[in-house]
Each structure stands twice: as C-alpha cells, then as structure tokens.
C-alpha cells in the first residue's frame, strides 16, 4: 500500500515558521545589542585582552625593552564604512606615551552611525597596555562621504618588563571593529 499525501498540518508549518521568524529576529536583536553587552561583559570580566584606562601617563620610560605595538581595523558588514589603521606599526619603550590615528570613511549616501570594540593580543598584555584617550564605545556618526581621523593615546606599563608572566612580550596588536551603533542610522546604501 502506497501513502500518500503530507502529515504536515497547516497549524504546525504556521508554528515551525513563527519560530524560525522569533530566531531570526533573536538573532538580529543580539547583534545590534553585541556591542554594549561586549562592553559590559569586558568591563566586569576583564576578558580576551581587555586593556587598562589610564588617567595619566607614566612618570617611567624603560629603555632596551622595545615592544612592537601593531595596529588592526575591521568593519561589520552591516556597516558601510572603510576603516583602516593609519599608523600600522609603532615601537615603543614601556612608558613611552604614543598616539596614533585610524580613520574611518561613510561609503554610503546617507548618514550613518557606528560604535567600536576592541581587544588586545596575546591576552597576556591586556593589563600593561594602557589607554589615555580612545574613541571605543563613542558613537560616531559620519555624513555620506565623509572621513574621520580618530587618534588613541596609549603607553606600555613599564611593570611588563618586571612581570614573570609578560617579560617575553615583544609584540601587542591593538584590534578595533566597528558595528552600526543601535538606534543609528547604519544600513548599507550606495555601492562599496
């Protein structure tokens, strides 16, 4: 005997689809949300190379320990910006204070507004990279077409030279990425 037919009823596609829609959606929410909730979760955790805020800098500069500090830029898709480091690489004395500038251009044809995250590697040097000045987690809005220069004023802690665990460190890369900020006007327009 041959069945056929489906034994799929209407009521269980209409419930199979309001829970695909429900994910969707869950999905969107959370990564238009990532970007505070990274900063939260940083803020409390001190995760994956969170770097130190400094309110001065320092009244120390350690010579014959240079460390290279290098400089990387990353766009969410969703985010029609080209956002480069300006400076790509620095070397430095642990207490040398430096500044830096990436830029980020509005690709689009209308206003848009982004928001950063960032991160250090390795992870270890988390706690002796000290920022002065930064533009992570500032909404930025920029008008079509328009470029902005957006400078990080940072020092290596000295104490990396004495710390068991960081002495070994000759390399940091300062990591930013930048997402459409919630609420901003962020959706792709214009060609790339």
């Given at each position: 005997m041959i069945a056929s037919g489906n034994n799929i009823s209407p009521n269980g596609n209409r419930r199979t689809l309001a829970i695909l829609g429900a994910l969707v959606f869950g999905m969107v929410g959370l990564s238009y949300a990532s970007v505070p909730l990274y900063e939260l979760f940083c803020?409390?955790?001190?995760?994956?190379?969170t770097t130190q805020v400094a309110d001065s800098g320092s009244n120390q500069i350690v010579m014959g320990h240079p460390v290279d500090v290098r400089f990387d830029a990353n766009v969410n898709p969703a985010l029609n910006w080209q956002f480069v480091a300006v400076d790509r690489k620095v070397t430095v004395n642990p207490g040398e204070e430096v500044v830096i500038n990436y830029r980020a251009t509005n690709l689009g044809d209308t206003p848009s507004t982004g928001t950063s995250t960032?991160?250090?590697?390795?992870?270890?040097?988390g706690p002796f990279f000290m920022k002065l000045d930064c533009f992570c987690f500032i909404e930025q809005t920029l008008q079509p077409g328009e470029s902005v220069d957006m400078p990080v004023r940072f020092f290596v802690d000295p104490e990396i030279v004495t710390d068991e665990n960081a002495r070994d460190i000759q390399e940091i890369t300062l990591s930013y990425t930048f997402f459409p900020a919630l609420g901003g006007n962020s959706a792709k327009s214009g060609s790339q």
């Open positions: 803020k409390v955790t001190g995760y994956g190379g960032f991160n250090v590697t390795p992870v270890k040097a």
